[in-house]
């Protein structure tokens, strides 16, 4: 059972900047073959930013990944096209699979608000605004003791990447940032991959009224296939808790239309049981199914949900 699937994360570039990864010869979690089995027609792939790292600014780090990423495009073999406007989605009814670049981590803005129109020209187009750590925006889910809001930058963050067509992504950022950033938003943001906190106490997760305030300003969450998202006990993750989480955030959020994917393939150390990568979406669809999803329902938690906030949130069209 296939269905038209927008993953909204993965960590695959680092992998490509590191060196020797092969999107059309891999047979790993995220590669050309995994995406044809899996029916993936639009992937999110993101430049994660990693503050600790000494001999590479975040800037330079969020550079080398976004040259990975127009590399891996700009190779006919590996069948994706880059997917800058609203147009661009249409590849998911031309049979050609599209790839969107974001960057994970506003320290790759080096507090500087020009940098959020360089990354626009160079294609970025969903900024995660936060890992776990603290940042010049705002405090990741990670910082212990009391956890700040958007600082005056972080507002500035979003009112311009929102001006520009660049999703606003909610991932990793503490409660407090999350709400502030609802009450500065003019659009639809997303939250990339996370999961249920009822249903797993983890600071990464969304609790009810985070996935109710998601829903009613028009976003979507991504459900993430990390095990220690999923459940207290890691090890006893599986898909079928996978479709727990997915059936439970869309009772909260009111209907199936808040709901999508959010896998972090190549960013996690292991994958929930019964998961092996982009080649296993068809066995998700089948369980929920089996579970009284209706088709219409499937579609959109696959990925239509995701393009309807691309198609709000992009440009209309680029001048030039």
């Not at 608000?113 to 750590?133: A, K």
């Amino acid at each position: 059972m296939c269905y038209p699937v927008v993953d909204a994360h993965c960590d695959t570039l680092g992998h490509i900047a590191a060196g020797g990864f092969d999107f059309t010869g891999s047979t790993g979690a995220v590669s050309r073959q995994a995406f044809a089995a899996g029916e993936v027609v639009l992937q999110f792939f993101a430049a994660y930013v990693d503050s600790t790292v000494k001999n590479s600014g975040p800037l330079c780090q969020a550079l080398r990944m976004i040259n990975s990423f127009h590399v891996l495009v700009a190779d006919p073999k590996n069948g994706l096209a880059p997917v800058l406007e609203r147009k661009d989605l249409d590849v998911v009814v031309t049979g050609q699979r599209g790839g969107l670049l974001a960057i994970e981590g506003g320290e790759a803005l080096e507090n500087c608000l020009e940098i959020v129109d360089v990354f626009f020209r160079l294609g970025v187009r969903s900024l995660g605004l936060t890992w776990n750590r603290r940042n010049a925006l705002a405090d990741g889910c990670g910082v212990a003791g009391p956890q700040r809001g958007l600082t005056p930058f972080g507002r500035q963050v979003v009112r311009r990447i929102q001006a520009l067509g660049i999703l606003a992504d909610l991932a990793h950022l503490a409660p407090a940032g999350f709400w502030d950033v609802m009450a500065v938003s003019s659009r639809p943001v997303i939250v990339s991959h996370t999961n249920c906190r009822r249903l797993c106490e983890h600071p990464r997760n969304l609790d009810d009224a985070q996935i109710k305030e998601l829903a009613r300003r028009g976003g979507v969450m991504g459900v993430s296939f990390y095990p220690d998202f999923l459940a207290a006990d890691p090890d006893t993750a599986t898909i079928d808790t996978v479709v727990e989480h997915i059936d439970y955030a869309c009772q909260v959020a009111g209907g199936y239309t808040h709901v999508g994917i959010g896998s972090d393939f190549d960013g996690i150390d292991r994958i929930a049981r019964g998961i092996v990568g982009a080649a296993s979406f068809p066995v998700l669809w089948e369980l929920l199914q089996k579970k009284g999803y209706t088709e219409a329902q499937i579609r959109g938690i696959a990925g239509e949900n995701f393009l309807r906030v691309l198609r709000q949130a992009l440009p209309g069209r680029l001048s030039g």
